[in-house]
């Protein structure tokens, strides 16, 4: 009996695809997003000839910082006070549910305040501290194509070491999706569920830490390169640290939730979970901050009103729908969840079909591209190249909605199709 293999992502090509064509994105948003910054011919030369001066993409202080922040993590990781926490229910594993340690609220802050406070001058005459003050954090804005290109080797080289790994591991430890036998589709989606080393999960850890917080470290990196050129701080440049700031830190202090996500519980960990974790999501979502290091879009203060409501909608809607599913799921009968509708399955489980749930059945989708579409907006309307998160995120929303959809009507059968009769909308009520 063989196992019949259904490839996601276009199959093997397609993942041969996407595992040479997303690093030349990232590498193309970085060229093509300098002075100009424009989708012109002369952005296809920049990007070309940079690519050429392979010299040029990593430097021995890129390295250096990239090993310094990579090993700060793992440190505060290790020795910061954690919450232990139990994980879904693995049915590869007779329904065993693995432990965690929760602590990525606690190292945002920590990080904040070695950031903030990490610079220390020693007084020469008695080697006493004389002041603390902050990193020189502008040098990350200078370091930005050697960082990206050390990242993307720590990428290869941990998707290499989760795949070999994983060939010497029984099966009830591999995902369902990453057994195929192919190796380039099986390196890139990931055959091994929960890889760990001792009670250190890997998955987990790349989720939420090295690239989620780097990202808001570039972030201030960019702000910090802002004030050295022009002598201020632009009204965006900060909405757009605040914006994106809140949105790494509701994924540290929502830490637990992340726990019953398609990323921890389903898909294995592969190039393409390291890869979005540890490059595409510090190097592509910092796109606004970089692209206002030099430029003032000059908004007024309506625009940038309009602007912050739309973020404050979004999150609105993103954490009231992400915050009630959480609930339910660990206690469909407490108080904040009782008086919801449900639709029960043959399955036992119950879907909610009320509240922020029966508006659509991605009503979280929603909430967190409208936060994004505030991001880009910050940037003015001369550009389109600072909305390539709202266009890449969009077509990312879907397929993810699109992908969920077919595997819950495989799960449910037709209570999933009883289930789209009582929410009918994906993403926006009444619309889609």
Known sequence: ???????????????????????????FLFFGCQENCALTPECATSVLNGLKDVGGLLSARSVELTVYWISLCVLLERVLPYEAALGA???????????????????????????????????????????????????????????????????????????????????????????????????FIGRELNPRIGDFDLKEFCELRPGLIGWAVL??????????????????????????????????????????????????????????????????YSLQARYLVDRDPQLSPYALAAIVLLKVVGYAIFRGANSEKDAFRRDPGSAEVAHLKTLPTKRGRKLLISGWWGMARKI???????????????????????????IYF???????????????GIKYGDDWKKYKEHVPYMFFPGVF
């Open 364 to 390: 979280n989708y929603t909430g967190d591209w409208l936060m994004g579409l505030s991001w880009c907006l910050l940037c003015g309307t001369e550009n389109i190249i600072p909305y390539f998160y709202a």
């Open 219 to 284: 972030n201030l990196g960019c702000a910090f390169k802002q004030y050295e050129r022009l002598g201020y701080v632009t009204a965006p440049m900060v909405l757009v640290n605040v914006f994106q700031g809140l949105y790494v830190w509701d994924a540290q202090y929502y830490e637990r939730a992340i726990l019953t996500t398609m990323d921890i519980t389903t898909d294995g960990f592969g190039f393409m979970l390291a890869f979005g974790d540890l490059t595409w999501v510090p190097f592509t």
């Open 1 to 27: 009996f063989e196992r019949m293999v259904e490839y996601e992502f276009g199959g093997p090509v397609g993942a041969l695809g996407i595992i040479f064509g997303l690093p030349l994105v990232v590498y």
């Open 89 to 187: 229910p693995l049915k590869q594993k007779n329904g065993l549910r693995l432990k965690y340690r929760l602590s990525a609220h606690l190292q945002f802050w920590v990080t904040a305040a070695i950031l903030a406070f990490g610079a220390v001058e020693l007084a020469p005459e008695s080697l006493s501290v004389r002041r603390f003050g902050p990193l020189p954090l502008a040098e990350l804005y200078d370091e930005y194509l050697g960082l990206l290109t050390a990242s993307l080797l720590v990428s290869f080289g941990l998707s290499l070491y989760l795949y070999v790994s994983a060939l010497l591991k029984p099966s009830e430890e591999l995902a369902e999706g990453g057994q195929t036998n192919n190796v380039v589709y099986d390196f």
């Open 394 to 408: 969009g077509v990312l929303l879907v397929h993810r909605a699109n992908r969920d959809d077919h595997m819950c």
